[in-house]
């Protein structure tokens, strides 16, 4: 199981809506009209904007988690750090180019996001960031709109501590990751069906041939190779060989498409309570605990979602915060103290927490397409 990036003109974009804009930041800017990217499409049209932003912040560590893989068609990362995502918006298909660097902000700029992070036992640093981004495509403008949201500028930090030394440490080692939320709440669901219950590589050469048959293009002059999550619509449709082609046996295709077939009332748990947006995915048959966390992680940007049935992360964090290797009851034990943030600590302990000794089998590789 998986525990686990120019144009003739620029458009000037419609500011953001304020509950999508970074808090305590300056309001984002529409940039200079750029030249036309090299291989762009004709007639492409750019949306840039770009925020100052008060925090430490890595756009490339906090999209990551939407990475399937090194040959994702929705991800990737160029030769100048910039990541490349695509994204079936409610506007249609979007591409998008982010970049953030480190800039220098005053200790005076510094609100109560940064005042609630230094107090969960970071190192405090005053360093700000600028991000810059680009994106294409009909649903370009609702893409920059909620960019923010993705990187984790709503990201709230209050009522978390470090108590634990080890931890303290991966907050001062990753103080520039925050927890986003995408708002595409049917993609995540897609990766995360298909990641159930096989080891990674299985996974992410599902999702890569599934993307690259029935995706879109990317729009813009995006990487070569990059595609667009399909609609549910198309995710329904898909026939019966493709699913084995791809190495889906039915329980992950049928649960894909039952779940295509509700996709607008799961995009409401966007709207809800933690425990009402559980209920409502898990009342898709074959949606568990596992599916349902990892979705509300990547898509809601819940800090609390805890992947239990994970193959890896309970002896990850057995080892990191105790020493020992636990099972599912062992790790949420070892996470009580930091309830309504336990996914921000098992994301840090998957970022740099200790891996115990390898004694056993791995988890094997299926192929389904040799059944």
């Given at each position: 199981?998986?525990?686990?990036?120019?144009?003739?003109?620029?458009?000037?974009?419609?500011?953001?809506?304020?509950?999508?804009?970074?808090?305590?930041?300056?309001a984002?800017?529409?940039?200079?009209?750029?030249?036309?990217?090299?291989?762009?499409?004709?007639?492409?049209?750019?949306?840039?904007?770009?925020?100052?932003?008060?925090?430490p912040?890595?756009?490339?560590?906090?999209?990551?988690?939407?990475?399937?893989?090194?040959?994702?068609?929705?991800?990737?990362?160029?030769?100048?750090?910039?990541?490349?995502?695509?994204?079936?918006?409610?506007?249609?298909?979007?591409?998008?180019r982010?970049?953030?660097?480190?800039?220098?902000?005053?200790?005076?700029?510094?609100?109560?996001?940064?005042?609630?992070?230094?107090?969960?036992?970071?190192?405090?640093?005053?360093?700000?960031?600028?991000?810059?981004?680009?994106?294409?495509?009909?649903?370009?403008?609702?893409?920059l709109?909620?960019?923010?949201?993705q990187?984790?500028?709503?990201?709230?930090?209050?009522?978390?501590?470090?108590?634990?030394?080890?931890?303290?440490?991966?907050?001062?080692?990753?103080?520039?990751?925050?927890?986003?939320?995408?708002?595409r709440?049917?993609e995540?669901?897609?990766?995360?069906?298909?990641?159930?219950?096989?080891?990674?590589?299985?996974?992410?050469?599902?999702?890569?041939?599934?993307?690259?048959?029935?995706?879109?293009?990317?729009?813009?002059?995006?990487?070569?190779?990059?595609?667009v999550?399909?609609?549910?619509?198309?995710?329904?449709?898909?026939?019966?060989?493709?699913?084995?082609?791809?190495?889906?046996?039915?329980?992950?295709?049928?649960?894909?498409v039952?779940?295509?077939?509700?996709?607008?009332?799961?995009?409401?748990?966007?709207?809800?309570?933690?425990?009402?947006?559980d209920?409502?995915?898990?009342?898709?048959?074959?949606?568990g605990?596992?599916?349902?966390?990892?979705?509300?992680?990547?898509?809601?940007?819940?800090?609390?979602?805890?992947?239990?049935?994970?193959?890896?992360?309970?002896?990850?964090?057995?080892?990191?915060?105790?020493?020992?290797?636990?099972?599912?009851?062992?790790?949420?034990?070892?996470l009580?103290?930091?309830?309504?943030?336990?996914?921000?600590?098992?994301?840090?302990?998957?970022?740099?927490?200790?891996?115990?000794?390898?004694?056993?089998?791995?988890?094997?590789?299926?192929?389904?397409?040799?059944?």
């Open positions: 199981m998986t525990a686990a990036p120019k144009t003739p003109a620029v458009v000037p974009p419609a500011a953001p809506r304020p509950a999508q804009g970074p808090p305590e930041a300056a984002p800017r529409a940039a200079a009209p750029r030249a036309a990217a090299p291989g762009a499409a004709p007639g492409a049209a750019a949306l840039t904007r770009e925020w100052q932003l008060p925090f912040l890595d756009a490339r560590l906090s999209l990551s988690v939407h990475r399937r893989g090194g040959g994702d068609p929705a991800y990737a990362v160029d030769a100048a750090g910039a990541v490349w995502r695509t994204c079936l918006t409610p506007d249609g298909p979007a591409t998008l982010v970049r953030s660097r480190p800039t220098r902000a005053p200790a005076s700029t510094l609100g109560g996001a940064s005042r609630a992070f230094q107090a969960s036992g970071a190192s405090g640093a005053s360093g700000g960031t600028m991000v810059t981004a680009q994106a294409w495509g009909p649903g370009a403008a609702w893409l709109d909620h960019l923010p949201a990187l984790g500028c709503q990201d709230d930090r209050s009522g978390f501590t470090a108590r634990d030394p080890v931890v303290r440490e991966l907050m001062r080692r990753h103080e520039d990751l925050r927890v986003g939320r995408s708002e709440v049917f995540a669901l897609a990766a995360a069906v298909l990641e159930q219950k096989v080891v990674s590589r299985e996974a992410h050469r599902a999702w890569r041939f599934l993307l690259v048959k029935f995706g879109e293009r990317a729009p813009g002059p995006a990487p070569a190779g990059m595609r999550c399909p609609s549910p619509r198309v995710w329904a449709r898909i026939p019966s060989w493709d699913w084995h082609r791809a190495g889906v046996e039915g329980v992950r295709s049928r649960t894909i039952t779940a295509a077939e509700v996709a607008g009332r799961l995009e409401e748990i966007l709207d809800m309570s933690a425990a009402d947006a209920r409502r995915l898990r009342s898709v048959p074959g949606i605990p596992w599916t349902s966390a990892e979705i509300r992680q990547r898509a809601v940007g819940d800090p609390d979602a805890v992947s239990v049935g994970d193959y890896n992360l309970p002896k990850a964090v057995g080892w990191t915060l105790a020493g020992r290797i636990t099972d599912d009851a062992g790790m949420l034990e070892l009580a103290p930091y309830v309504g943030h336990r996914y921000r600590v098992t994301r840090l302990i998957e970022l740099g927490g200790a891996s115990p000794p390898r004694h056993g089998p791995r988890m094997s590789v299926r192929d389904y397409r040799a059944f």
